[in-house]
């Protein structure tokens, strides 16, 4: 048998991943500071992880964490349904239009981020300001005044089209027959869309929200570059967070107890949501 | 289901209209490097003007953009390789010996794609610098190349399956080996799933930026990171950044369009698994 082709990959992602984070746990029970090496390494056990869950800029990275992901899932879950149900109806053009509103998706965050935030939101050059001031409003500084909003919307209008692709392949697996017979029988769009196509749709819904959570969670991008965390901390999520400790305090034991930490909440995240939606998952499976 | 012609084209416009909405900010930045440095700063905006290549042409000979886009092409390349390298042979294994083992290999390997980044950077990147893999491209090429196995893994495993199990049972009783019944068999027959797998290992990477950001410095730095670094120069070459960026972008719309079906099927089919 063949069975040992599956050793060399199974081998080097246990010496990338699983490895590491078993050598993140034992740092995480350690003090160590980079910028004092002859300190050297000191066993402290839990001591990193109450300092964190006390320090309230570590709980707030836990809540921006929170808000982030799930404005993020919910709004490009309502977004992307509304596209991919336009998209299902259209008949002419639907290619073009799948390929226009795909786009935001391939963009590297880096560059979304650099564009929302100077050519958009800036708060004199801005493209923004300058359509509020033509309708008398404004100026705005959203970056400067509501940075959390500003980061959200970047993240919303680049995940919008992953949920919409996801939902339209749903649509487009739904037996024409369902829907015809249920037009012949005089069904109003209302009801087609409450008993025939949102049931249809659950488990395309859970596929792509539980994928959604996974992939935002630690988001990182969009934050460098729109708020660099700031200011003072407010718009930090968790990976932010650990990023400071270790480049900028240094700070070993302390960054590694708070990728513990995140990593725990991920999988505690996950594991929720993967028995929540299985039922929904597997009945398509059939 | 019938539609009156009059939905149908409302639906049509409609559609089209928030598709350009949404592609606004991608088209801007296109056009803006296309401006002057006064023209692109200038309020309001001018939609009127003479466009020149000058921006884009400058960018490949400054060098500061050629080495990051070299780095980038260099790194994605080698990750491609080597996810491949190491994730064909298991997802073949996955495809044509299905059951426990494979299942739960399968699973281990999902499991570390979507391990956050923060539960391994700190002791990689102290790793990294006592092996002086810190700012290397090496350094990049084999991280990445961890996020690329499982998904070449999950990928190629559905499209492998799509092959004949009677054309592989056929040519083991004649007594091939694996890795004949591998290379002249399997792989040619899946060339597409081989295409499409690849452009999205090549999205991936092309844009990761936590890694690349926390493991690279001036030297190795991708694409993705160099784009960051415009913020230090915020409002002063808005025209060299766009772009700047509309190239980074460029080669990623065009594998994302070849590959968006492959995409949607490895998403939506594999999870019903």
Known sequence: ?286 | MRQRASVTVLVSIVTFAIALLMLFPILWTFLTGLKSETDALSIPPVFWFVPSLDKYIYAFQQGEFLSFFYNTVVIVGCAIAGSFALGLPAAYVLAFFPGRRADSMLFFALSTRFMPGVAVIVPISIVYSRLHLIDTRLGLILMHITLGIPMVMWLMRRYFSEIPKEIIESVMLEGASHARIFWRIVLPLSIPGLVTTGFLVMIMAWNEFFFAVNLAGRSAATLPVFMASFLTTEGQTWAQMSAAATLAILPIFVAGLIASRGLVSGLTNGASH
């Open chain 1, 1 to 286: 048998m063949g069975r040992w082709m599956t050793w060399p990959a199974t081998a080097y992602l246990i010496l990338m991943t699983q490895a590491p984070f078993v050598v993140t746990l034992y740092l995480s029970a350690h003090k160590w500071n980079l910028l004092y090496p002859r300190r050297g390494l000191r066993f402290v056990g839990f001591a990193n992880y109450r300092t964190l869950l006390a320090d309230p800029i570590f709980r707030m990275a836990i809540a921006n964490t929170a808000v982030f992901t799930l404005v993020a899932v919910l709004a490009t879950s309502v977004l992307g349904f509304g596209l991919a149900l336009l998209l299902d109806r259209m008949r002419a053009g639907k290619g073009i239009a799948y390929a226009l509103l795909l786009a935001p998706f391939l963009v590297m965050e880096t560059v979304s981020a650099v564009v929302w935030k100077n050519m958009i939101f800036h708060p004199i050059y801005g493209l923004l300001n300058w359509a509020a001031h033509l309708v008398g409003l404004g100026p705005y500084d959203i970056v400067g005044t509501h940075p959390a909003a500003a980061i959200l919307i970047v993240v919303i209008w680049q995940w919008m089209p992953f949920m919409m692709l996801i939902l339209l392949a749903g649509l487009q697996s739904l037996p024409l027959p369902l829907r015809e017979a249920a037009a012949l029988d005089g069904a109003r769009p209302e009801a087609m869309l409450r008993y025939i196509i949102v049931p249809h749709l659950k488990p395309f819904f859970a596929v792509g929200m539980l994928l959604e959570t996974i992939l935002l969670l630690p988001m990182f991008g969009p934050i460098y570059v729109m708020t660099y965390g700031g200011p003072a901390y407010t718009t930090q999520n968790l990976t932010f967070e650990v990023f400071r400790l270790l480049s900028q305090q240094y700070e070993v034991g302390s960054a590694a107890a708070g990728g513990v930490l995140t990593a725990i909440i991920t999988i505690a995240v996950t594991t929720f949501l993967l028995r929540y939606m299985r039922p929904a998952i597997e009945r398509r499976g059939g």
